[in-house]
């Protein structure tokens, strides 16, 4: 499978990720380990490299990371996990540490991350959100020794918008800390918003993108169409107002104009992404391991020309 960088750091990800947000996620086969290790293995054995979770991930706090790391249990050196900290609107048993971008919380929470992946460093750790209660300058700080430490490779960040981006990689440079060397953030066919700024300001620093529901919850697996909704589905069963209330005119001409070039959606949609320099892996969910087989066939798969591109481009125009 084809690698890229996560932006300037040393660190190289297939470009098809395991997003694990499912791991350990109520009403799925991988909210067991069983689950989890035929979709983790499954992903291996395709070429996938980069798994992505979170401490906030699962049934309960940390549930996520510790399917993974049991998963990855033997095949640790085949695996660029990242994680990530400090979201500020969900629950955490460290609440009582103080603000999610402090050092205390931070010093604590990447103890807990690691002993649950059973890992001595985190190649990747992310702020989930921002904390603006705190300054960048203290977060970094933190994140800093963290890096000089061992205890992790690279720094990232999701959700922050382009002035926040700016403001971190200045102060890591006013510092000399660590910078920020991902930005990952919503980002798909049906919502493109970080297109205006965020996405521009990331090519700008140099980070490495990384979308997060780049699939729109399946609706570009090829599983949906006007007239089915699967109910073995996350959609099916949580979220019918997403297919209720999909612009299905513009799915249904992607659908075919991949169909004229002898593709599926799934692969259309990858290569829409892949097709951009500054993304480093789409990091799409999978709860069942031919889902992770058919996400990294289609990141090995077709690529746009810009024609192509403007095209796929032009079906999902705003109105």
């Known amino acids: 499978m084809e690698k890229r960088t996560l932006g300037t750091s040393a660190l190289t990800v297939s470009v098809v990720g395991l997003g694990c947000n499912n791991l350990g996620r109520p009403g799925t086969l991988t909210l067991e380990q069983a689950g989890t290790d035929a979709v983790v293995h499954a992903a291996l054995d395709a070429g996938v490299t980069f798994f992505d979770t979170a ?9 996520s990371e510790t ?10 050196d085949e695996a660029v996990i990242a994680t990530k900290f400090g979201h ?18 931070i010093r604590a929470a990447v103890e807990g991350s690691l002993n649950r992946l059973g890992i001595e460093t985190i190649d990747l750790y992310q702020q989930h959100t921002p904390d603006p209660t705190v300054p960048i300058a203290e977060t970094l700080g933190a994140l800093d020794e963290l890096v000089r430490e ?10 922050f918008d382009a002035a926040q981006l700016t403001e971190a990689d200045a102060e890591a440079t006013r510092l000399g800390a660590a910078r920020f060397v991902t930005a990952q953030n919503h980002y798909n066919l049906l919502a493109r918003e970080a297109e205006a700024d965020v996405i521009p300001t990331v090519e700008r620093l140099g980070l490495g993108f990384l979308p997060f529901f780049p699939l729109a919850n399946g ?24 297919h209720e209330n999909a612009p299905w005119d513009a799915i249904e ?21 892949l097709s951009r320099p500054a993304l ?40």
Do not use: C, H
Not at 55 to 63: H, I, K, R, T, W
Not at 92 to 103: I, N
Not at 254 to 268: D, H, K, V
């Open 67 to 76: 399917r993974l790391g049991a998963a990855l249990a033997g095949r640790r």
């Open 280 to 319: 480093s892996s789409v990091i799409a969910g999978a709860t069942k391991p031919d889902q992770i087989r058919a996400n990294a066939a289609a990141g090995n798969g077709w690529r746009p020309t810009p024609d192509e591109l403007a095209a796929i481009d032009g079906f999902f125009a705003p109105a």
């Open 55 to 63: 401490d906030v991930y699962g049934a309960e706090y940390g549930l």
């Open 150 to 159: 061992g205890k992790v490779r690279a720094i990232g960040n999701s959700n």
């Open 253 to 273: 001409a992607f659908e075919s104009f991949a169909a004229a070039r002898g593709i599926g959606i799934l692969e259309a949609t990858f290569g829409w992404f």
């Open 88 to 105: 500020t609107s969900m629950g955490s048993p460290l609440a009582d540490l103080g603000p999610r971008g402090g050092r205390t919380y």
């Open 219 to 242: 609706l570009f697996t090829g599983k949906f169409s006007r007239t089915d909704l699967p109910a073995d589905t996350r959609i099916g069963r949580q979220r019918p107002e997403v």
